[in-house]
């Protein structure tokens, strides 16, 4: 399989919001550069009105800080970038500064396929303040969208009680790297395949895909179209029946079954995907079964979701295999998982003491957490209990108290000797790899142990349970106290 750095071969430096380039700029002149900074990418809540998160675009986000580079043409278009006053905006000084920079980063993250929850650090990035600021808004990208799409596929898979799920959104995607990604994600979040081919190329997902409408309307009727394709591809015979009329369809397949089954082959399944997908499933199934087909597969698509997928399992529909698209890849009906980079900590260079920093807000979860954060997810025989947002400096006692980041009156003691593991891993270390990330069907596996490791009432679509997450007492102390101190309010 291609390496994932082809995805990343031209220079992606300028894949950045300009203000982290500005504030760049002015770091080098002001001496701000000399700083180093830790930063933390969270997300604020939970995707789809969940109860948790799976954590996904890591091993491409590791690809590109490992691939960074300015290149001669970035440098160009910067050189001809100009202030409102008309003059260069930067300088000749510090663009020679970029022109040899390398990430010499610290980097830190959940591996990909855990279970993660609003205000946890998912990556952490230390290091001189310049590349800080300049990898923000890729990683974001990176991690924002395949954490969402991740987590619907996890949420589709629970919905399907175990049945297949296809993943089926390329032609519904954000452009082509948005379906690369959405493809990736959803194949690590619980999906069995895809339709995007190149996605299965490049990420050694495995690919399946039979015939749409347009190969019936080529001919006069749908038997003879069947029949061309049984003859054309005997050991992939899969059929979408629902051209003209669904149920003639149907049995249009079983007669091309019967041919199939003559040669030696076996109808493989039929696809709806139109109509009343509960009866047309029945009845289908009803026929298939009288036909002499009761192996056969049945399919469904049509603008399915994990809410769609639990309604029609409930209504008893006969579907053994679920492909998804439109909903999945564009991770309706979030446009986005509300993802933040955030400062938590400056030093005046290596070796110096770090400084905790808070931003303050109007909003108490907009409130960041300061500090350079780590989290201890511990656990029992019968799953995980409960995590524990803690500050490196600060360390973690043997039974932590757990205080709710938005309620402090709201503790939770965990009992000493309760089994945990801090789940941030190194990953660069001086900007160089020093965590290999597994294959990707390793992740997608670590996401099925994952989700089922927590409560049947965190996993549940309506008002599900919240997962005990807290800051450590002594961390939420100190944000207290830093709050206070920034409003200038009595202690």
Not at 27 to 34: C, D, P
Not at 262 to 274: A, F, P, Q, Y
Not at 373 to 379: A, D, G, I, K, N
């Amino acid at each position: 399989m291609p390496a994932p750095s082809q995805l990343y071969r031209p220079s992606l430096a300028l894949l950045t919001d300009f203000y982290e380039l500005t504030m760049a700029a002015a770091a080098w002149r002001s001496g701000a550069a000399r700083l180093e900074g830790c930063f933390t990418l969270s997300f604020r809540q939970n995707p789809y009105g969940g109860g948790f998160a799976v954590a996904a675009g890591l091993a491409p986000a590791l690809d590109l800080l490992e691939h960074f580079r300015v290149g001669a043409e970035d440098l160009a278009f910067l050189e001809d970038q100009r202030g409102p006053d008309g003059a260069p905006l930067f300088d000749r000084a510090f663009l020679d500064a970029l022109a040899g920079l390398t990430l010499d980063l610290d980097v830190d993250a959940v591996p990909e396929g855990t279970v993660v929850f609003p205000l946890e650090p998912v990556v952490r990035v230390s290091g001189p303040i310049v590349p800080c600021l300049l990898v923000e808004s890729a990683l974001l990208a990176l991690v924002n969208f395949q954490t969402l799409v991740a987590t619907k596929a996890a949420r589709i898979k629970l919905a399907a009680g175990g049945a297949p799920v296809l993943e089926f959104g390329l032609r519904r995607a954000q452009g082509i790297d948005g379906a690369l990604g959405a493809s990736r994600a959803a194949f690590l979040g619980g999906c069995d395949a895809t339709s995007n081919t190149l996605a299965g190329r490049l990420h050694g997902i495995p690919v399946r895909g039979t015939l749409a409408h347009a190969w019936v309307m080529l001919h006069d009727d749908e038997r003879e179209a069947f029949l061309a394709y049984a003859r054309a591809l005997p050991g992939n015979g899969v059929f979408l029946v629902d051209t003209y009329d669904t149920l003639e369809g149907v049995r249009h397949a079983i007669e091309a079954g019967r041919w199939l089954r003559s040669v030696g082959k076996e109808l493989v399944g039929i696809r709806l995907d139109s109509g009343d997908l509960a009866w047309l499933s029945i009845e289908a199934r009803r026929l298939l079964d009288e036909g002499g087909f009761p192996g056969a597969t049945i399919l469904a698509s049509n603008e399915l979701d994990e809410r769609i997928i639990q309604s029609l399992r409930d209504q008893g529909a006969r579907i053994d295999a679920w492909g998804v698209g439109t909903r999945l890849v564009t991770g309706a009906d979030d446009g986005a998982l509300g993802g933040v980079y955030k400062l938590g900590a400056v030093r005046d260079g290596p070796g110096a003491p770090w400084r905790p920093r808070v931003k303050v807000s109007e909003s108490a979860s907009k409130t960041t957490v300061p500090g350079r954060l780590q989290v201890r997810r511990y656990e029992g025989p019968g799953g995980f209990l409960a995590d524990a947002i803690h500050d490196l400096d600060l360390g973690l006692p043997a039974a932590p108290v757990i205080v709710d980041p938005l309620d402090v009156t709201r503790r939770r003691e965990v009992p000493a000797g309760t089994p945990g593991e801090d789940l941030l891993v190194p990953i660069l270390r001086g900007g160089r790899r020093v965590y290999d990330p597994p294959p990707l069907a390793g992740s997608r596996e670590r996401a099925r142990a994952q989700v089922a490791r927590l409560h049947p009432g965190v996993t549940r679509f309506v008002n599900p349970h919240l997962y005990p997450v807290g800051l450590e007492r002594a961390l939420s102390e100190r944000r207290v106290e830093l709050v206070l101190a920034a409003r200038r309010a009595p202690r």
